[in-house]
């Protein structure tokens, strides 16, 4: 039920928005609050704390707090009224979705066993198949995403990957 002020506005201009930052909200409060420090382990002698395993979702946490907040004060803010305003869901083809979630199985499923670099490049092949991207330039970053993924990893985050099969 939407509240009103005394002249007469909705408080709540986008109650979809609300909705989905108040989940979002939940989901980074139990990140942070929960999940992180009872789940992820930290050695006890730790000379950085960015080589903590805590500290890549404790990052994720911070921003998923902050965009959910965000979300909500723009369903607070901001009405979706407008036909072509670009926020209204539009359900996608069956195709498209299924070819969504094929590419995180595969993903997921070759990982180990093709390496890193090969099932990201295959995953993100499927994943530009399943949108329509028509321009063949861009396929070339089908590529160097997955290849620059995994060397941020393993080079920089010292994340031990399978980088190969061979």
Do not use: C
């Amino acid at each position: 039920m939407m509240k009103f002020h005394s002249t007469g506005g909705a408080l709540i201009k986008d109650p979809w928005d609300v909705v989905a930052g108040v989940v979002l909200l939940g989901f980074s409060l139990l990140l942070l609050f929960h999940l992180v420090p009872n789940y992820i382990g930290q050695p006890p002698i730790m000379q950085n704390p960015m080589m903590s395993p805590r500290w890549l979702p404790t990052i994720v946490g911070w921003l998923l707090l902050m965009f959910s907040v965000m979300m909500i004060i723009q369903g607070l803010l901001v009405a979706d009224d407008a036909e072509d305003s670009g926020r209204r869901f539009e359900r996608g083809p069956w195709l498209r979705f299924a070819l969504m979630a094929l590419s995180l199985v595969v993903y997921v499923g070759l990982f180990e066993m093709l390496g890193a670099v090969i099932s990201g490049i295959l995953a993100t092949l499927i994943l530009f198949i399943a949108h329509p991207v028509r321009t063949w330039w861009i396929y070339g970053l089908a590529i160097v995403f997955p290849v620059g993924v995994t060397l941020l990893f393993t080079g920089v985050m010292n994340v031990p990957l399978p980088m190969l099969p061979f």
